[in-house]
Nanobody
């Protein structure tokens, strides 16, 4: 059984920073690419960032490029999302997910965490 558990969310002022963590357990996901998605109130879930199994290749949504950084520590089975220069429009529930592919669509990701709330005040 695979488990993904996000943490690190919270309330922050605009311009501030947060680092989200996604701890994985159960079946090894070391050969999976990992992604972060988010869902704002009243909106669909959208892609934020992804990282390949080696931790070498990354890809970001235009809305977060230059502000967010995804990374992974394979020894700790943990994926991170460093979020800087946060804006009120970044307010959402953030989810980590795992895929054997290399996509930005929800259906491409087989495993999901329960989400962590990020709220950015203006």
């Amino acid at each position: 059984q695979v488990q993904l558990v996000e943490s690190g969310g919270g309330l922050v002022q605009a311009g501030g920073s947060l680092r989200l963590s996604c701890a994985t357990s159960g079946r090894t996901l070391r050969n999976y690419a990992m992604g972060w998605f988010r869902q704002a109130p009243g909106k669909g879930r959208e892609f934020v960032a992804r990282i390949d199994w080696s931790g070498t290749l990354t890809y970001y949504a235009d809305s977060v490029k230059g502000r967010f950084t995804i990374s992974r520590d394979k020894a700790k089975n943990t994926v991170y999302l460093q979020m800087n220069s946060l804006k009120p429009e970044d307010t959402a529930v953030y989810y980590c997910a795992a895929t054997t592919g290399w996509g930005t669509l929800e259906y491409e990701y087989a495993y999901w965490g329960q989400g962590t709330q990020v709220t950015v005040s203006s």
